[in-house]
Every structure is written in C-alpha cells, then in structure tokens.
C-alpha cells in the first residue's frame, strides 16, 4: 500500500498568491483530515470528511482556507489569497470510518512558506 | 472538549537508559488515547493506542503506556532506547466526537 500521498511536498510561493495542496488518501478509507503544523500552535485539526462529507470545519482559521472532496480518492485544501502566517506543514490522514478508536494514517505532508 | 498535556518539551537521554514520555488528559467522557512518533521531515506514525481494556498498551518498537484513569495519565515508556529512537511524539486523545486533540509534543534526543 502506497500510503497517503500528498503533494507536492515543498511550495514557495508570495503573499496573495493562490496555493493548492492536494491529498489521496488510503484506499478503502472513507474519513480524511486536514491537519496544520506550526511551531507556535503544534498540530491542528482544519477539517474533516466523511464519505467526502465535510463534517467538521471549525478549525479552518478564516475565508481564504477551503476544503473539498470530490470523491473518495482525492482532497484538496486551497489556500486564498495566501499570507506569509500561513506558513507551516499541512497534513492529511485517513482512515476507516470505524469510529473514533480508528488510527489515523498520515501522509508526508506539504511544507509551505509564503514569502 | 478533551485537552491533552504533554509535560516535556525535551528529553535527553542516553542510549540504552529507560525513558518516560508523560502525557496527561482531561476529557468529561471517555477517550480513545493515542502515542505517534514523528521522525525528521516525515508525517506522524502511530506507537500505539488505547481503546479499552487492559491498561497497559504494547506498541511497536518496544514502547508500551500505562493508561491511568485516576490520574488521567498516558505515560510512554521504553526500558531501553536506542539512538533511532530520537524524533518528536506525540500524545493525543479522542472520543466519540472524533475530534482528535495532540499535545505539545516531546522531543526525545537518544545521545551515544
């Protein structure tokens, strides 16, 4: 199994510019989460999806972040226009929609930096 | 919604000593707990978990937590490190709400 995947795995980019980062998840997992890393505010959950569902987005910080799941094999999170305090490590992981005791599995991650 | 506390930013330790990661939670229902690892410029991999059941929880390479209700505590252990084992962990708790918090994070440096 490939694992998650994300791409792409480094974007430089300047402020105001539009950033895309993309997610596949596992195969046969039909929960996917965005999560950001900072050094300031540790890892945080943005969203999450359920049968490409979004259930929860209200750790998406404001308007220029969005979210979507076309279907069950990709994700991707939009950041518009993007600010240099966007700056961080996104995450993305799946998992069977088994429940909350379910493992997470995470992708690689996307380091941002927005000059 | 639950919290998580992890009480050291860093640990030094040397190679083959024990070591004790301490991780404490509150929550007002009960949780699912979770220990990942995170190594340099790589996502998060799971240790271990606690769903239920025996409070001791085996995970991979060696590390095993001890979940503690009364003192609302996950604490990872490991008897005896190795200089692999130096990277960021993480304790995270969740329940039915599927809103997974992580703390801090605890560096653990594995010296020679």
């Known amino acids: 199994d490939a694992g998650v995947i994300q791409s792409p795995r480094h974007e430089v980019t300047e402020m105001g510019q539009e950033v895309t980062l993309r997610c596949k998840p596992i195969?046969?997992?039909?929960?996917l989460f965005w999560y950001r890393q900072t050094m300031m505010r540790g890892l945080e959950l943005l969203i999450y999806f359920n049968n490409n569902v979004p259930i929860d987005d209200s750790g998406m910080p404001e308007d220029r972040f969005s979210a979507k799941m076309p279907n069950a094999s990709f994700s991707t999170l939009k950041i518009q226009p993007s600010e240099p305090r966007d700056s961080a490590v996104y995450f993305c992981?799946?998992?069977?929609?088994?429940?909350?005791?379910?493992?997470?599995?995470f992708g690689p991650g996307t380091r941002l930096l927005v000059l | 919604a639950q919290s998580v506390t992890q009480l050291d930013s860093q640990v030094p330790v040397f190679e083959e000593a024990p070591v004790e990661l301490r991780c404490n939670y509150s929550?007002?229902?009960?949780?699912?707990l979770f220990w990942y690892v995170q190594y340099p410029n790589q996502g998060l991999q799971l240790l271990l978990k606690y769903l239920s059941g025996s409070t001791l929880v085996k995970g991979i390479n060696g590390f095993e937590a001890e979940f503690n209700k009364s003192q609302t505590s996950f604490h990872l252990r490991k008897p005896s490190v190795h200089i692999s084992d130096t990277a960021e962990y993480f304790c995270?708790?969740?329940?039915?709400?599927?809103?997974?918090?992580f703390g801090a994070g605890t560096r653990l440096t594995v010296k020679p």
């Open positions: 929550s007002s229902v009960s949780v699912y």
């Open positions: 995270a708790v969740t329940s039915n709400n599927n809103d997974m918090r």
């Open positions: 195969s046969g997992h039909n929960s």
């Open positions: 992981a799946s998992r069977i929609s088994g429940g909350a005791g379910e493992t997470q599995y």
